[in-house]
């Protein structure tokens, strides 16, 4: 019976060493994952200029808030294949305009386009007669707002919500002036 207890014990040590053994390999795997995910980090492009200072569009723009597509395809990376394939259409000022399709249709990806989130692999959004790939990416999203489909509360108040950079006076924020599209 010593020779059974002394295997037991043995054994349930030798259990925890493997426990201990496991756990040390998972550690290891994330810290080489986070050495990956840095080394990814680093070859990442960075956007756009923020302004391009011999193409700044004027101080009202967009006036109207027509909006044209011209032949737009999107991919999310060089080698990947299109994701939009060459839409072409027109949204006049003032009307109000749904995007409806089925999951993973590009409905997302046309707003992200308007916002050069993701950059054309081809063809043009034209805003008010102004190309958007060919201005700051400041002067673009600065001057574009989007209303989510799902209502979100953000922290602080409902002045710093509408004016998060401290821009505007208060008389301002009173008196927007809204371009429909």
Same mark, same amino acid.
């Given at each position: 019976?010593?020779f059974?207890g002394?295997?037991?014990?043995?054994g349930?040590?030798?259990?925890? &060493?493997?426990?201990f &053994?496991i756990q040390n $390999?998972?550690?290891l795997?994330?810290?080489i994952?986070?050495? *990956?995910?840095?080394? =990814?980090?680093m070859? /990442?492009q960075? *956007?756009?200029? *923020?302004?391009v200072?011999?193409?700044? !569009?004027?101080?009202?723009? !967009?006036?109207d808030g027509?909006?044209e +597509?011209?032949?737009?395809?999107?991919?999310?990376?060089?080698?990947a !294949?299109?994701? +939009?394939?060459? /839409?072409?259409c027109?949204f006049?000022?003032?009307?109000k305009?749904? /995007?409806v399709?089925?999951?993973?249709s590009?409905?997302?990806?046309?707003?992200g386009?308007?916002f050069r989130l993701? *950059?054309?692999?081809?063809?043009?959004?034209?805003?008010d007669?102004?190309?958007?790939?060919t201005i700051?990416?400041?002067?673009?999203?600065?001057r574009?707002?989007?209303? !989510?489909?799902?209502?979100? +509360?953000?922290?602080?108040?409902?002045?710093?919500?509408?004016?998060p950079?401290? $821009?505007? &006076?208060d008389? =301002? /924020?009173?008196?927007?002036?809204?371009?429909?599209?």
């Amino acid at each position: 019976t010593g020779f059974v207890g002394m295997a037991l014990s043995y054994g349930l040590s030798l259990n925890m &060493s493997f426990v201990f &053994s496991i756990q040390n $390999q998972c550690n290891l795997a994330n810290q080489i994952i986070s050495v *990956e995910r840095v080394n =990814q980090y680093m070859d /990442i492009q960075s *956007e756009a200029a *923020e302004v391009v200072e011999e193409n700044r !569009p004027s101080p009202d723009w !967009p006036q109207d808030g027509n909006v044209e +597509l011209r032949d737009l395809k999107i991919r999310y990376r060089k080698d990947a !294949p299109l994701v +939009l394939h060459g /839409i072409t259409c027109r949204f006049e000022a003032g009307n109000k305009i749904g /995007i409806v399709g089925r999951t993973g249709s590009g409905k997302t990806t046309l707003i992200g386009a308007l916002f050069r989130l993701v *950059e054309p692999a081809d063809g043009k959004i034209i805003i008010d007669s102004v190309d958007i790939s060919t201005i700051g990416l400041h002067d673009l999203r600065s001057r574009l707002g989007i209303i !989510p489909q799902d209502p979100t +509360l953000f922290q602080g108040t409902v002045r710093y919500n509408l004016d998060p950079l401290g $821009q505007f &006076s208060d008389q =301002q /924020i009173w008196e927007v002036r809204c371009t429909q599209i």
